[in-house]
């Protein structure tokens, strides 16, 4: 409880009414700023909850990006590792014959 400038504990009738008034209005004023930071506490909540599910979505798309990329490596090392090589060896033979086919056709002339 806050007391008046020369408050001597036994005073007259209104200097408490004066000092009561004005500890109500200070509970008015305290209570509208504790009312202010419980709505703008729900509001921060509120944000933060909104804020941790788009991580969380923003976390799932590059976990779902990543899995792709790696089924994508996986097959490109198969792809790779396999057979295939065959594949560029008689591509190799064939534009090797082509060469020499076109090289004798040009000479022979």
């Not at 409880?1 to 009414?17: C, E, L």
């Not at 305290?30 to 933060?48: F, N």
């Amino acid at each position: 409880m806050r007391r008046a400038a020369g408050y001597d504990g036994g005073s007259t009738h209104p200097d408490r009414n004066f000092i009561q008034e004005e500890n109500e209005q200070m509970t008015d004023e305290l209570r509208s700023k504790v009312t202010a930071l419980k709505s703008l506490s729900i509001e921060m909540g509120a944000e933060v909850r909104d804020q941790n599910a788009f991580i969380n979505d923003t976390s799932d798309f590059f976990t779902k990006g990543q899995s792709l990329l790696e089924s994508s490596m996986k097959r490109i090392s198969k792809i790779a590792s396999g057979g295939q090589n065959k594949h560029l060896l008689w591509l190799f033979l064939f534009c090797l014959f082509v060469f020499v086919i076109i090289y004798f056709i040009v000479r022979w002339r």
